[in-house]
């Protein structure tokens, strides 16, 4: 019988060489008894409790099943079975293990296979047992309940041997660790891999594909999880069912040799598992050791729980059939930047609190939408975020905040579309929030620097934002982005400015993408300043105007040229010449950060270029009063017969005010009015 330290490195080859660290044999499986070299087919049936561990184990922390255990020594060919996998491994002797294992009317089996590995070879047994992984809870294993079974081989044929085990389906997924018992000369000799490690094989977890990225479906019944991380030393998939809470109801320290294929972790399993949401842990060398117990999101979630993990679903189907897309040219566009909380929310709104605060909430404001004559909404961030910083710092790409809104979110798409209004997102893809799971699984490869800034010249990092980007209009239908901070994703690997950033290149000749309505802000939410930079647009960039925003604003308090603005007025030529024009020229007044409208009118700010029109802050004086309505009137006046594309923020239109304050944060009103 082999003892506990010998299971401890399983290793097995899929047509090479495969290494399983940290899983061990099952530590409350009572098979420790050798079977005799007999003979027919031999029922074991054990009761396997998963919910205790060991150390390198994963538990199963709430199931307890039966197992029957079928050790075939006269007929080792396995029947006919669906979804089949084959390893093969080297012995340290020089002689070959073969491992067929298939599952078949809810049963796997498993047919092994060895080739001579001496002259006197009959007197061969596999010593084995079945595990998982544990990262969290590590218990030592009693010699005397050590999960271990002995299996004879019996001959095959000329210089082969044969045996077959099975397993029920319901135990799956879990490992199979075996080293080979013989007797050589007289002496009893354990027999291992070329690399002097157990040999090991997993059932009903296969080795998967590396694309796509994420949690995908596959026609014949599985499903697929794909990783990326190139410095992990280890990544363990972790798998919730109803029942699990905290704690993982199973984990699965993936094989770095069968699950991995360059830098992208990947296993596949049965899609009729009873498992709701999957997450991972990573364990990295130089990593917070802090890190490792925690269970990180996939970046690639396309649907995302409560417990802020992947969900194990299909994104939800939503009926576009009928839906017409407006399609409007550039020159058209009248756009209309909200936040959907804080716009649906507002007493203002007079919305009920059931549809307050949600996408279908900015569907009841059409009739609002179309007073002002706007025929495209700008979305503020609506993915989750560090809400200590704010939405300008997300931690995750793929999805709205919160899973109830998907299908909420499409039915306000389609009837905006249907009323000839486009919907346009601000994104951010330059860096992320702390909290952020790309931080944890794989910092060198995702980030610049020890800051939260992504390398966007990393192909993997651009491969992430442009499948990102394709999500958001495949499956929501959304007419364009609005690229905040744009000017960091020239940056290439050292941070240096490239003239011709291959991100920019990417999304600009993508299929998909290029249809799309694309705009560059230079807004850097870190540094909160506007980076002046010549963006390279490949004549199919849109730019936010920051320099209309400038010029307007010191003409209207005398610090500025009138020909200074009359360039803003003509559509910015010195800016959007060569090949692109004024339709190409977003022009704003104000914006969601810094002063409101009203404010910049109010309060005297020389970073935000205000001018409070003779006293500071709410008054009652009537000349002053005066004197702020018709500045707020110049500047919507001017906003709109300029050439170029008019961005009016939330709250303008009736005097929404932060009382000064450049975060936004108290919101009143100087003067009546309704969303």
């Keep these: 019988m082999i003892s506990f330290s010998s299971a401890t490195q399983p290793s097995c080859l899929t047509c090479g060489t495969i290494k399983v660290s940290k899983l061990i044999i099952a530590d409350s499986c009572k098979y420790g008894r050798r079977v005799a070299q007999t003979p027919g087919r031999i029922n074991v049936e054990q009761n396997l409790v998963f919910g205790e561990v060991a150390k390198n184990m994963i538990k199963d922390s709430c199931h307890t099943r039966r197992i029957n255990v079928l050790a075939a020594s006269t007929f080792p060919v396995i029947q006919p079975a669906n979804k089949l996998s084959t390893y093969l491994f080297r012995t340290e002797k020089g002689g070959h293990v073969k491992v067929i294992s298939g599952l078949k009317n809810n049963k796997y089996r498993a047919n092994l296979e060895v080739s001579s590995l001496h002259d006197n070879d009959d007197d061969v047994i596999m010593s084995w047992g079945i595990f998982r992984s544990d990262s969290s809870s590590l218990i030592p294993l009693e010699s005397s309940d050590s999960g271990i079974f002995e299996t004879p081989f019996v001959n095959k044929s000329l210089n082969k041997l044969s045996t077959e085990l099975e397993f029920d389906a319901s135990l799956a997924p879990f490992y199979v660790s075996f080293l080979l018992k013989s007797r050589f000369g007289g002496e009893k000799i354990e027999i291992r891999s070329h690399r002097r490690t157990n040999f090991c094989f997993p059932v009903g977890i296969r080795s998967g594909s590396p694309a796509p990225l994420g949690l995908s479906y596959s026609a014949d019944g599985s499903i697929n999880f794909a990783l990326f991380s190139r410095n992990a030393e280890s990544v363990i998939l972790c798998l919730f069912d109803n029942k699990s809470k905290e704690n993982p109801a199973l984990e699965i320290d993936l094989d770095p040799y069968v699950n991995r294929s360059g830098d992208i972790w990947h296993a596949s399993m049965d899609i009729d598992m009873n498992f709701v949401s999957y997450g991972y842990r990573i364990r990295n060398s130089g990593q917070d050791k802090s890190y490792e117990h925690q269970v990180l999101l996939d970046p690639y979630a396309k649907v995302i729980g409560e417990k802020f993990l992947g969900e194990i679903c299909k994104q939800p189907t939503f009926d576009w059939s009928d839906e017409i897309r407006p399609c409007l040219p550039m020159e058209k566009l009248m756009v209309y930047r909200l936040n959907v909380t804080d716009f649906t929310k507002d007493p203002s709104s007079n919305l009920t ?280 009137r110049n500047y919507l006046f001017i906003l709109y017969i300029s050439l170029g594309v008019p961005v009016l923020n939330m709250g303008d239109e009736c005097g929404q005010s932060s009382g000064g304050s450049v975060n936004r944060g108290v919101v009143i009103f100087f003067r009546g009015g309704s969303f």
């Design 353 to 632: 609190n059931e549809v307050g605060g949600t996408f279908l909430g900015v569907s009841e404001k059409l009739d609002h939408f179309k007073n002002l004559g706007v025929n495209a909404i700008l979305l503020e961030p609506i993915v989750p975020f560090d809400k200590q910083v704010g939405p300008y710092f997300p931690s995750h790409f793929f999805s709205p905040q919160n899973p109830l809104t998907i299908q909420s979110m499409k039915e306000m798409v389609k009837r905006l579309h249907a009323n000839g209004i486009e919907v346009l997102m601000e994104v951010v893809l330059t860096h992320t929030s702390q909290t952020a799971s790309l931080t944890k699984i794989d910092r060198p490869s995702y980030y610049l620097s020890t800051k939260n800034e992504l390398n966007c010249a990393h192909p993997v990092v651009q491969q992430l934002i442009l499948d990102s980007l394709r999500n958001w209009v495949i499956e929501y239908h959304i007419d364009g982005f609005c690229f905040i901070n744009a000017s960091s994703m020239l940056r290439g690997f050292n941070g240096e400015i490239l003239s011709r950033p291959p991100l920019i290149e990417a999304i600009s000749f993508d299929p998909i993408l290029s249809n799309t309505k694309l705009i560059a802000d230079s807004f850097d939410p870190i540094q909160k300043s506007t980076k002046e930079i010549q963006f390279p647009h490949w004549k199919r960039w849109a730019e936010m105007n920051a320099e209309f925003f400038r010029d307007t604003r010191n003409y209207l308090r005398g610090e500025t040229l009138v020909s200074n603005l009359a360039t803003r007025i003509c559509g910015s030529g010195d800016i959007f010449l060569n090949g692109r024009g004024p339709a190409f020229c977003f022009n704003f007044v104000s914006r969601n950060h810094g002063l409101t409208l009203v404010d910049s009118v109010s309060f005297s700010n020389a970073s935000e270029l205000s001018w409070n029109c003779g006293e500071e802050g709410a008054t009652k004086r009537k000349s002053v009063l005066e004197t702020r309505l018709k500045q707020i």
